[in-house]
């Protein structure tokens, strides 16, 4: 069997009052079945972009869409409405940022849990309510049986957090995709949710996409990383692979502004200097070209001219023209003086 989630050559492109945006731009990835691969990037990289497509939430009369994506044998960019409102919240769920957008206000975190499970899974009133209770439980939130009949507002963001998290769970999918899950909550509480998501992939071996602009979220939570840029993919392997041994000078720069990480290893800092391009009108050649240190190194021709493709093969990848001896030269002098 292939893997659990493949997405090939995917292009998503919409139109705005200013032009054409290329938000996404032959993107191809795989999540295999219990794990978490965690899709990096600054924001306009894409990566939600990626993923509304993948859950069919992209507003068709604006967006134009190219590639696949397929959920086990299951292709969704040609699948009908309905169908993709049969998959959501059943095979596949999401939990977002700020859970206060997607939780209503006028409605008990209990109802709102167990409208889902109803609603796919034909259950009664009493036994989603049951259920309510019972993820609740799950997900750590104390007092289940008094908690899931108070409102939002009632709860602390990482409360909320969590009865998000038992919503998109209540069906028990198969992939969860979490959108900077833990932005919006400080630091000790971030790491009960990653943890709470790691606990509850372990126990149900749902797969997990984990979207962030940090790299140190994914250090700890990941399998797998995608390093994307400006809707492409940078940079790609196993978290090890991509911490210990980055090779997109995009991730040299990214793992540069990880604190966490910079006490651990010595990280030197070399922040990305400049701004994500316009994707309106995305720079020719590689998009990195113009925040890079190294197009004469790696060829100025090729680097202002060509797009770098990752390579096809599964394993660790990049898009970028300089040769692997040349990355790690870089990067010794780079660790070693700072
Ligand atoms: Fe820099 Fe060239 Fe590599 Fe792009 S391909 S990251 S411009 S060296
Ligand atoms: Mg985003």
Redesign the pocket.
């Known amino acids: 069997p292939g893997p659990f989630l493949s997405v090939r050559d995917l292009s998503v492109e919409f139109s705005t009052e200013d032009g054409v945006v290329h938000a996404v731009d032959g993107l191809s990835f795989d999540v295999e079945k219990g794990t978490t691969l965690g899709i990096v990037g600054e924001s306009g990289s894409g990566k939600s972009v990626t993923n509304l497509a993948i859950l069919g939430l992209h507003d068709p009369a604006h967006t134009k869409i190219a590639g696949e994506i397929w959920l086990e044998d299951q292709e969704l960019l040609s699948a009908g409405r309905g169908t993709m409102e049969r998959l959501r919240g059943d095979r596949v769920a999401m939990i977002f940022q700020d859970p206060l957008t997607s939780l209503s206000p006028f409605h008990t975190i209990g109802r709102q849990i167990g409208e889902v499970y109803r609603k796919h899974k034909g259950a009664s009133k009493k036994e989603a309510r049951e259920r309510a209770v019972e993820m609740l439980d799950r997900v750590g939130i104390p007092q289940p049986k008094t908690r899931v009949d108070h409102y939002p507002h009632e709860f602390s963001g990482g409360m909320r957090q969590r009865a998000m998290i038992a919503m998109a769970l209540v069906c028990d999918p198969d992939l969860l995709i979490a959108d900077e899950p833990t932005t919006a909550l400080d630091v000790t509480v971030q790491a009960q949710i990653l943890d709470l998501l790691k606990d509850l992939q372990q126990q149900f071996g749902t797969a997990i996409i984990l979207i962030t602009h940090d790299l140190g979220v994914v250090a700890n939570t990941a399998d797998n990383v995608l390093v994307m840029y400006a809707g492409r993919a940078a940079e790609r392997g196993t978290v090890r692979e991509v911490l210990r041994e980055p090779r ?3 991730t040299w720069g990214l793992l540069s502004s990880m604190p966490r990480l910079n006490a651990a290893v010595d990280e030197p800092l070399h922040p990305v200097r400049g701004t994500p391009p316009s994707l309106l009108t995305p720079p020719p ?2 998009p ?2 113009p925040r ?1 240190d ?2 004469q ?2 060829g100025p021709e ?2 202002f001219h060509q797009r ?1 493709d990752i390579s096809p093969e599964s394993g660790h990848g990049d ?4 040769t692997l001896q040349q990355k790690k030269d870089i990067r010794t002098a780079q660790i070693e003086e700072p």
């Open positions: 997109h000078p995009y050649g590689c990195f070209h890079c190294y197009p190194l790696a090729l680097c770098p898009a970028c023209y300089l």
